[in-house]
């Protein structure tokens, strides 16, 4: 890091000149565009080859000869077929649309996962022919999804030799978060007077006298870019001969001629170009930092453009690249040809600069975008909002959000009438749900509102009706959904489209689960799912048959969840759902965790966190190591437990997700717990109840402060434990949450047997093994840890037959779970290692025994 022309650029070009053996790819960030992707956009045009100067069948060929023989050299056969899976990805990142290809078939939001693994398999099918290193210039202007795609890019590739070289200004720049990698920030300071001496004789080939050397520190301030092209300016125009400063008119004439700052400074320079090439410059500059030769010729005379690219490139200004397009040496020097230029000239260049792009646009590539962009500054805000609308649209189809929102939001202020705001408001509106900028997702939808109450468009109504809906549903107001919903339904049925009819039923459904009637809620997901089935509509098929399969599992209905995942799995097949596949196969894998079948669980929580690895979701991956951790806590296996939850918090806490890291600190804690490390588990309860500070779960909550009570309990530090049960107890009561409150139960009934109240312990006791035995185990955290809560506090009160009775209980249910576990070291780790298994069934043969 370091501030602009301190040699970030020069430090990285020598870097790589030290080493032939590996490769260098270069994605270059650019402060003009908006573009999704576009340093891997950049990096990815010049390795597969494309050019605008080609046709998209040229570049096409280009880019399956190339993509072809990569394919044919990688070592890894998988990691092949996962390449070739992604072919058409990678395509569309170079603007070339593979008909019937996987991009085709995708969803915008999948679309995203897909481009971000496309791009991590071909980075590692590089790296096993040759390391690599990918360096990310002018980092501080790098796009929201480039940075998500960084951060993610080196989790789970220790295997693969290859580093990431960011560049960047510090100011404006958050460092990346990089979990799985060890990194180095080299910090670049100005020069001394040494270093400006040596720099001085390079340039001139001549010792530099201590005057001049004194005139480039106070002039240039140690910035060697700055410190250059004082050089330049001096050597251009006689200012220095043989390292000496030329005074003619004294030191006051020479402070004159000197430009006061490196912009005006660069302006002079350009100043001094003949009048062609500085036109030229001028229109070069405002197509951006990095300019296409074939819109360049568009707006310049063939004869001029030739001599003054050659000119330009001689005088330091650019240099070409490989692929039609050529790129300014330096940043400041591009914005001082921009800035430059008066308004009203600027504004000719821009419109200019917009007949190019139109004259060198083809139906694959429309660049609306940048013509967006150009009729924006030209001041043409109609054709500008027309053009910002529909790179909008194309954005929002590849899951560009960020992109997206920014090409609707400047669409929007360019524009006045309800009609031409329409669909500008349609389409941020979604892209807001997607963000989850609920506030402006909101003030959207109040115009989209009104919008619709003045047309007679019933097709319109619904869409924003099932878009209330939507939006009620994630914000929590769950009577307003439903109202939403009824209405859309009512709508839907009315113009005759069972598609819409089907997503207003699913909202609806959704509302009422979340509202604590998922009986009510089954009818109409069965609905939806109906009306999916007669529009054809597989992804709301999919989706409907996921919840209902939800819904099942939460009212242990094991075998009706298992047959919906069932038919659900080869709906999100068929569309290349990975997260909604990883999602059905941890369902399955909490169905076999509930009903005992701990090493089938296992497999399936094995699978989903290395479909999750293998699709780059790093927030999947968090919640399956969750899963997998608490599977292995079941097992008695807690060092191995804590371990995988250690990497769970880690990824967490990179995401920012706060109920995920609350989680994995409760189980960590549990895990010490239970081996008996009190001290240590009370430290981590803590933590999580300090993370829940910021949450609004109180059923989370009541699980942490239940886990933290038995171990204050445990403690002896029984004040403290009382006032956190019943707090626990209080949310418990809150949430409706009956069956998980009779843990809470079992932990006041113990803290009453520490304080030597044990006749309400006894009664509470009974109280929880009667539940326990008319409604069963289902629900309860830890039943048989309940249990022998319950047993130790019947014996101690001499309530033997009772106690014996819960014993008896336990042991079977401990058995039946037992006997499901194939593995006979396995099992006996089960029976042994988890404390109160091993207490139960010590007891139970003592008891048999005798």
């Known amino acids: 890091t370091g501030a602009a022309g301190i040699g970030k650029t020069h430090l990285v070009a020598q870097l790589r000149t030290e080493e032939s053996r590996i490769a260098w790819f270069d994605g270059p960030c650019d402060e003009t565009s908006a573009q999704a992707y576009r340093p891997f956009r950049i990096w990815l045009q010049q390795y597969f080859r494309q050019a605008s100067i080609k046709g998209v069948d040229e570049n096409t060929a280009v880019f399956h000869a190339r993509f072809d023989d990569l394919v044919k050299a990688i070592p890894d056969p998988e990691l092949a077929d996962e390449l070739t899976r992604l072919r058409s990805m990678l395509a569309a990142l170079v603007d070339l649309i593979l008909p019937d290809s996987l991009y085709s078939r995708l969803r915008p939001e999948q679309r995203s996962e897909n481009f971000q693994q496309a791009i991590k398999v071909l980075l590692k099918a590089e790296s096993l022919l040759q390391p690599l290193v990918l360096h990310i210039e002018d980092a501080h202007w790098i796009d929201a999804d480039s940075r998500a795609l960084l951060e993610n890019l080196l989790l789970h590739v220790s295997d693969y030799p290859f580093a990431l070289v960011l560049t960047a200004r510090p100011d404006g720049f958050e460092p990346l978060i990089l979990l799985d990698a060890p990194q180095t920030t080299v910090r670049m300071t100005a020069f001394d007077a040494t270093a400006v001496r040596q720099l001085a004789a390079h340039h001139l080939g001549s010792t530099p006298s201590d005057a001049l050397v004194s005139l480039l520190l106070e002039r240039g301030q140690g910035n060697p870019f700055y410190t250059a092209q004082l050089l330049h300016y001096l050597r251009e125009n006689g200012l220095v001969a043989k390292g000496e400063l030329v005074r003619a008119g004294g030191q006051a004439a020479l402070d004159a001629l000197l430009p006061v700052d490196v912009h005006n400074l660069l302006v002079a320079r350009l100043g001094q170009l003949d009048t062609d090439v500085r036109d030229v410059v001028a229109q ?22 030739e001599q003054s690219l050659a000119a330009g490139t001689s005088a330091g200004i650019w240099q070409p690249l490989s692929t039609g397009r050529y790129l300014f040496n330096h940043a400041l020097l591009r914005d001082a040809a921009y800035t430059t230029q008066f308004a009203p000239h600027r504004e000719d260049l821009h ?33 500008a909002s027309a053009n910002y609308l529909k790179a909008g649209d194309e954005a929002r189809e590849n899951y560009f959000i960020h992109e997206a929102h920014r090409y609707y939001s400047r669409g929007l202020e360019l524009v006045e009438t309800g009609k031409r705001r329409l669909p500008l408001l349609l389409g941020r509106e979604a892209v807001n749900h997607w963000l989850g900028n609920r506030d402006e997702q909101r003030s959207d939808l109040l115009k989209l509102i009104e919008l619709a109450a003045a047309s007679s468009d019933r097709q319109l109504q619904a869409d924003v009706g099932l878009r209330q809906a939507t939006f009620a549903l994630v914000t929590g107001e ?43 809620a089954v009818p109409l997901l069965k609905r939806a799912l109906r009306l999916a089935e007669m529009a054809d509509d597989a992804i709301e098929q999919a989706q409907s048959l996921y919840d209902l399969s939800i819904l099942a599992y939460f009212e242990d209905d094991y075998e009706t969840a298992r047959r919906h995942l069932q038919q659900a799995i080869p709906l999100f097949e068929a569309q290349d759902d990975k997260r909604n596949l990883i999602r059905c196969i941890n369902l399955l894998g909490l169905i076999d965790n509930a009903e005992g079948n701990y090493e089938a669980a296992l497999d399936y929580y094995q699978q989903t966190v290395d479909l999750c690895r293998a699709v ?73 109840l300090n993370v829940h500070q910021s949450l609004d779960n109180p059923n989370l909550r009541a699980f942490v402060l239940t886990h933290l009570g038995i171990v204050l309990t445990n403690l002896e530090l029984i004040e403290q434990a009382g006032m956190y049960l019943y707090d626990a107890m209080s949310l418990r009561s809150s949430t409706g949450a009956d069956r998980t409150g009779i843990d809470t139960e079992a932990a006041l009934a113990w803290l009453d047997l520490a304080r030597g109240d044990t006749a309400f312990a006894a009664e509470r006791a009974l109280e929880i093994m009667q539940r326990m035995e008319e409604n069963g185990p289902s629900g309860v955290e830890l039943p048989l840890h309940v249990y022998w809560q319950c047993i130790s506090i019947l014996r101690t009160v001499n309530m033997i037959s009772e106690a014996e009775s819960a014993l008896k209980s336990a042991y079977m249910l401990l058995q039946t779970r037992a006997q499901r576990i194939q593995d006979d070291a396995l099992r006996q780790r089960y029976l042994t290692h988890v404390p109160y298994h091993q207490q139960i069934v010590a007891t139970y043969q003592a008891i048999i025994s005798t």
């Open 351 to 383: 419109r200019k600069a917009a007949r190019a792009v139109t004259a060198v646009a083809t139906p694959d590539q429309p660049h609306y975008a940048t013509l967006a962009h150009h009729h924006d500054e030209a001041g043409e805000p109609r054709k």
């Open 616 to 688: 780059n979701w790093p927030y999947g991956e968090a919640h399956m190591l969750a899963h997998l951790g608490n599977g292995c806590f079941e097992l008695g296996e807690y060092g191995r437990s804590r371990q995988i939850h250690e990497q769970a918090l880690a990824i967490s806490r990179s995401l920012g997700d706060r109920e995920s890291e609350a989680l994995s600190l409760d189980t960590i804690g549990m895990t010490y717990q239970f081996e008996g490390d009190l001290r240590t588990a009370k430290t981590t309860f803590e933590a999580a």
């Open 284 to 305: 070069a500059a405002v197509l951006g930092h990095e300019f296409e030769l074939p819109v360049l010729r568009e707006m310049v005379d063939e004869t001029a453009l």
């Open 478 to 520: 769950y009577a307003q959904a439903i109202q939403h919903a009824q209405r859309t339904t009512s709508l839907a049925v009315a113009i005759g489209d069972r598609a819409l009819e089907a997503r207003a039923m699913h909202r609806w459904g959704r509302a009422l689960w979340q509202q604590g009637k998922p009986k009510a």
